[in-house]
């Protein structure tokens, strides 16, 4: 997790880390977002959420849900 923060920070100037398993309550259930950063040039939030293995629909309705939280 360390390495895919500094190679994140290593993309270019503007991209500020916020936090590691950043907490969201979502009708009063936890969730945690893997990694958070903010583009400072973008004024935009990047939200990573790290995955093993093939893509599975679920991913994308999970993080679907993170944005609409936001």
């Known amino acids: 997790m360390r ?3 500094q190679f994140l920070l290593e993309l270019g100037a503007g991209f ?3 936090a590691p398993q950043k ?9 945690y977002l893997d990694l958070l950063f ?3 040039k973008l004024k935009r939030l ?3 959420d790290l995955k ?3 893509f599975k629909a679920e991913y994308k309705g999970q993080m679907e849900l993170y944005l609409l939280a936001g």
Do not use: H, Q
């Not at 969201?24 to 259930?29: C, E, G, Q, V």
């Open 3 to 5: 390495e895919l923060e």
């Open 23 to 31: 907490k969201l309550d979502i009708d009063n259930d936890d969730f």
């Open 52 to 54: 093993l293995g093939s």
């Open 16 to 18: 500020t880390f916020v």
């Open 38 to 40: 903010y583009n400072r």
């Open 46 to 48: 990047i939200a990573i």
